[in-house]
């Protein structure tokens, strides 16, 4: 029997980059939704239960290290959540330790790459965050 398709959820208020990762997801075989603000994050997650969440640091309205911490509480268990951003990685993996998310990817990493290291966060135990 196949695999079941993994469900991620991209979020990030670059419209371009967004369709870019959904994109190139899409055709690795992810099942991809995308979410434009920081704001309702928490209700989407809720609501389509992914299995990863790859979410931009950067939000004028609420860093996505915070929205983590929010967006937690209303994710099934299991859900992976992983900070995304052009942030040098020192900062990156503060912040990922910080707000409790389960590692970091730098957008520089995209294609195939991409949908491997995300590929690598089905849902299993994780203690700490790890770079991918």
Known sequence: ????????LVVDDDPELLELVARSLSAH???VETHTSALGVSNRVRDSSPDV??????????????VVSL??????????????????????????????????????????????KIASFRPRPRSTPVPV
């Open 71 to 116: 967006a937690r509480s209303q994710a099934p268990q299991g859900t992976k959540f992983i900070l995304y951003s052009g942030a040098d990685e020192v900062r990156l993996r503060t912040l990922a330790l910080a707000s409790g998310a389960d590692g970091y990817l730098s957008k520089s990493v995209q294609g195939a790459e991409l949908a491997q």
């Open 29 to 31: 075989g992810f099942e």
């Open 1 to 8: 029997m196949p695999e079941e398709k993994m469900r991620v």
């Open 53 to 66: 969440v790859l979410i931009d640091v950067n939000f004028p309205s609420l860093k996505g290290d915070k």
